[in-house]
């Protein structure tokens, strides 16, 4: 058995550590007896809301100060030099001693990004991180890699994203031998930049067993099952991620505000009310509300900055998954394969 | 007043001439006096179709024939070299010839901007085409320019796609001196790629009066009216857009799914209907329907693939914008304005 030892960085993100500790209780209840939380951040605003929560004398619980916070704007590189004592960089400490096995953050992303890659560090053969986001579709869900993390990559960068991201496939969606996809502009493998042709390339040269290659995949695809990996640099991850929410958010109000336009629409709306719940949970799921940064030694999972308690209980299901299946071992079992090749 | 003869490349799309020839009939109504439509393809194929019409003897109709059909799924490359007599090739000739100041096809689209940077030619100081493509957003829309047609571009030529796009929103979309943005993970000037920085210093210290330029902006924000151009490279362009489509086709297929899982929802959606309506005629509007490659001496429009009557109509209408516009002059007036200031 694994064992499941958690930090959780208490003061990061929009809705502060009240909302941080109830996603930690809600947590608990499924917990195996030799899981440990550790708290990490402001004793003094911690003691009172874990009290109240009955969390305080919970075997599970291990609170570990820290004096300072990382703020959402803070220029991230300047933060994680100067505040050496704040809740995240004491968190990644954790993972860096082998004290904790994750960590969550609902934090500044960029300063989780190279405080974890400055502290814990990359698995060997690896050379950047990059973040792993599961995006729900209808009835299934795909695993989109880079989604932010390195913005600029070299074509090797994004082959080793490739067997990361079926790796995390596999151990968070339970899928046999993810299919994996290269994004691009068509499915011919022409299509594209130099730069894709090249990582399409080596891609197809991988030794066998590494991961399971279908190709380049186009938008069209990504809502329709094709893969269960995709594969880009972090510069389209980032802005594919993005303006996949902000699209989502605009189909969700222009909804309302038809659905709202006449008393005989609002009363479908009331009847149908069903539909939207169902599509909440669908589109929207909080299962897969954590994004690990895939390619370090220990495991660094960011939560959306916005979490609420059950995204946050969410991540951590996350993370005790990725801790249950071993992901960094076979990560760096098939990382090493594929280099041996190249060798 | 600028003459507007319109050239139709009849046989290209997933619809077929006849769907063609209705959108050109709808297109009629509005039409002046001097306006001339040269419907392009295989004479034996349209003679009767436009009979059917009524606009054999239509005095604004001209059939121009070509014994050749491009399809959807042909190399473009190839395509343009064997097939001179095709219906898009003849088209193109028509605008390099200026017989007709604007070109609609459904086509093959590598075909189309391969052969209309060919024929056509891009405009002195522009070294390549883009495709601005309008995106609905809630009660407003934006250009999104390059929506795919130079995948691995330079600097300079996101500089020229910005003027490109601002002229081409000022022109469809009546903006007076359109917000224009850099796509880019974030909007702190040192975020994204180096190519990213470099076009972001370009476009900065273009001289007064060629765009409004703001910076850049990030994925969260293209559905929230921040800027009216979002300027981006193709590769990111055709992927974001396609993505998009695939996004709001899943959307679209929950939310139905959902809306008739019971009895009661269903009856909900039976009441709330016109709200399905509203969002159709919102987010997919047949007035933006058209896609110019632009850059080119001509005005060159690609429409969807799968265009109706109605979106071909759409298409024929921003062609007919462009040209009272004159957009092509004004692109090549601040093209010169920005080229000069760079000696």
Redesign the interface.
């Known amino acids: 058995m694994v064992k499941r030892s958690l930090a959780i960085d208490a003061m990061g993100g929009d809705k502060g550590p009240s909302e941080i500790i109830e996603g930690v209780s809600l947590a608990l209840k499924g917990c195996l007896k030799e899981d440990t939380f550790f708290i990490v951040g402001n004793e003094q605003v911690l003691t009172p809301l874990l009290r109240e929560k009955s969390l305080l004398q919970n075997e599970h619980i291990q609170v570990v100060h820290a004096s300072e916070i990382i703020e959402m704007d803070e220029n991230p590189l300047k933060a994680i030099k100067r505040k050496k004592d704040s809740s995240m960089m004491r968190a990644l400490d954790l993972v860096k001693s082998g004290a904790a096995n994750a960590l969550i953050s609902c934090g500044n992303t960029g300063s989780l990004m190279a405080g974890g890659t400055i502290k814990v560090r990359t698995l060997p053969g690896v050379e950047r991180p990059a973040i792993g986001s599961i995006i729900p ?2 009835g299934c869900q795909y695993v989109l890699i880079d989604a ?1 993390a390195n ?2 990559p070299k074509p090797e960068h994004l082959v080793q994203n490739a067997i990361m991201g079926s790796c995390y496939a596999e151990a968070t969606l339970g899928i046999q031998n993810p299919r994996v996809g290269l ?3 068509g499915t011919e493998e022409g299509k ?3 730069f ?1 042709r090249m990582v399409h390339g080596s891609l197809k040269n991988l030794p066998l067993g590494v991961i399971d290659y279908r190709g380049p995949v ?7 099952n094709h893969v269960d990996v995709v594969v ?1 640099d ?3 991850g ?14 969700k ?3 309302k ?3 709202t ?2 008393p ?2 609002k ?10 719940i ?2 909440k949970k ?2 929207n799921p909080v299962a897969f509300s954590g994004a690990p940064f895939l390619g370090l030694k220990g495991n660094v999972l960011k939560a959306h900055g916005s979490s609420d308690r059950f995204y946050i209980a969410g991540a951590i299901g996350m993370a005790r998954e990725v801790l249950k299946k071993d992901m960094l071992s076979e990560i760096q079992r098939k990382v090493e394969l594929a280099n041996n090749k190249n060798l």
């Open positions: 579709s209808n932010g913005p600029d994004l691009s502009t594209g930049t130099d894709i186009e938008g069209f695809q990504l809502f329709e880009c972090g510069f389209v980032n802005i594919l991620l993005k303006t996949s929410e902000s699209l989502f958010e605009m189909i109000s222009v909804l505000e038809e659905m336009a006449t005989i629409r009363l479908g709306a009331f009847l149908a009310r069903g539909a939207f169902g599509m669908k589109l």
